[in-house]
Each structure stands twice: as structure tokens, then as C-alpha cells.
């Protein structure tokens, strides 16, 4: 079974639509992470959890929100979504424990919206 | 603040031809260094890694050594495969300030492998 595992894989919402990804990990990771994925750009943090008290703002937060509901859930909101939030959304863990920062990624969500 | 420039893609080559892709980093402290590959329709999987200067990752016959008076870890292999076709990210992670605990990636560079 996939460490991390996300869902939906694919879906397809309506502009204004409030929409829900989920992630899981068995990982056993304290840190947890939401990532948007568009051609060219890379990949651009939208929030991140250092344990599940903890919520703090990537570099593309706006339109979007998270809830850490434990250890080994990461869920990410679209409260009204909207065309340009069409992308690839990935969620990754990492081990504190590990000095060298890596992370780990799901298989990713392809959100579209119309 | 942190970033990561990777050469621009899309590379084309022939089976068993040699491969680079360049990457550069601006970072404060000691960052380590990753590079990621996507296969189509997957998530990223770490191929290596380099947690210090001069250290070489390597992984599946690719490798890249921590260059810090070039700011550099470029991608290497010798033979590319057909099944080596996907995308390449680099990316840096360190502790200094605001970038404690993320990683910054790079745009990634497609690379597509012909028989």
C-alpha cells in the first residue's frame, strides 16, 4: 500500500463550488504539506503543519484553506473555487527527524474547474 | 531568499545518449539537495540526494555532486533509456529562517527519450 495516499485523483467542480482534497499518511510524519502543480512553474507551497496544532501559510495561500484533523490527515479546501485553481495538487510528509528536509509525495489530485 | 534555476526544457535525446540537465541554487546557510523525477500520471519520487558540499548522489545510474562554489548539482547519466522519459525537478531544503522545514524547487525540465 502507498505511504501517501490521496483523494480524489481526478475531479471535476463548477466555479464557486467549495471542494475538499484529502490526504492520509502512514508514514508516522509529524509534517505534512499542500503543494499546486501548474506547467512551467514548478511546484508552489500552499500550506504546511509541523504537527497537528500547528497551520502556517505557504507562498500561494489565498483561496484556499487546510485542516489538520490528525497526525495523518491533511485536508485542503477550495471554499469557492474558481477556473485559474485548475492544477495538479500534491500533498508530501517529512520527518523532522531527518536533518536532510526530504519529503515525501502522494500520486497527486488533478483538480479541473469549469 | 531561496531559489533554484534549472535549465529549460523540453530535452530531447536518442537512446543511450548522455544526459545533463543543470541546476543552480541561491540559499543561505548549507542547504541539502534533491532531485526529484515524475513519471507521467504519478507524484514525485526522490532519485537523489546530496546533504553536503562535494557530496555525489546517485540513484538508477544518475548522479550529481553538491558544488557549493558553483551553487550547482546538475543531473547526470551516461545512457538514457526510453523509461528514463518523465520530468526532473531540483529542489534545496535547509533551516535557515523562514525556509525551515520546506523545500524550494525549481520549474523541472521535461525530458523526453526517443528509441
Known amino acids: 500500500d502507498a505511504d501517501v495516499t490521496q483523494t480524489p485523483r481526478n475531479r471535476i467542480t463548477k466555479t464557486g463550488k467549495r471542494i475538499m482534497l484529502e490526504c492520509s499518511q502512514t508514514?508516522?510524519?509529524?509534517?505534512m504539506y499542500w503543494y499546486r502543480q501548474d506547467p512551467g512553474l514548478g511546484l508552489r507551497l500552499i500550506y504546511y503543519s509541523f504537527d497537528v496544532k500547528d497551520i502556517n501559510k505557504g507562498e500561494i495561500s489565498d483561496g484556499y484553506s487546510v485542516s489538520r484533523q490528525a497526525q495523518a490527515k491533511f485536508s485542503l479546501s477550495l471554499e469557492s473555487a474558481i477556473p485559474n485553481q485548475t492544477a495538479l495538487y500534491f500533498c508530501?510528509?517529512?520527518?523532522?527527524?531527518?536533518?536532510?528536509?526530504?519529503?515525501?509525495f502522494g500520486p497527486g489530485t488533478r483538480l479541473t474547474v469549469t | 531568499g531561496n531559489s533554484v534555476t534549472q535549465m529549460e526544457g523540453p530535452v530531447t535525446l536518442s537512446e543511450e545518449a548522455f544526459l545533463t540537465i543543470n541546476c543552480t541554487y541561491t540559499a543561505t546557510g548549507y542547504p541539502s539537495l534533491f532531485w526529484y523525477v515524475q513519471y507521467p500520471g504519478e507524484g514525485l519520487q526522490l532519485l537523489l540526494k546530496a546533504t553536503k558540499a562535494d557530496d555525489k548522489g546517485s540513484n538508477k545510474g544518475f548522479e550529481a555532486t553538491y558544488r557549493k562554489e558553483t551553487t550547482s548539482f546538475h543531473l547526470e547519466k551516461g545512457s538514457v533509456q526510453v523509461s528514463d522519459s518523465a520530468v526532473y525537478f531540483c529542489?534545496?531544503?535547509?533551516?535557515?529562517?523562514?525556509?525551515?522545514?520546506?523545500?524550494?524547487f525549481g520549474q523541472g525540465t521535461i525530458l523526453t527519450v526517443h528509441p
Open positions: 508514514k508516522g510524519h509529524d509534517r
Open positions: 508530501a510528509t517529512s520527518d523532522p527527524g531527518q536533518r536532510s528536509y526530504e519529503q515525501y
Open positions: 529542489a534545496l531544503g535547509n533551516a535557515g529562517g523562514t525556509s525551515y522545514g520546506k523545500l524550494t
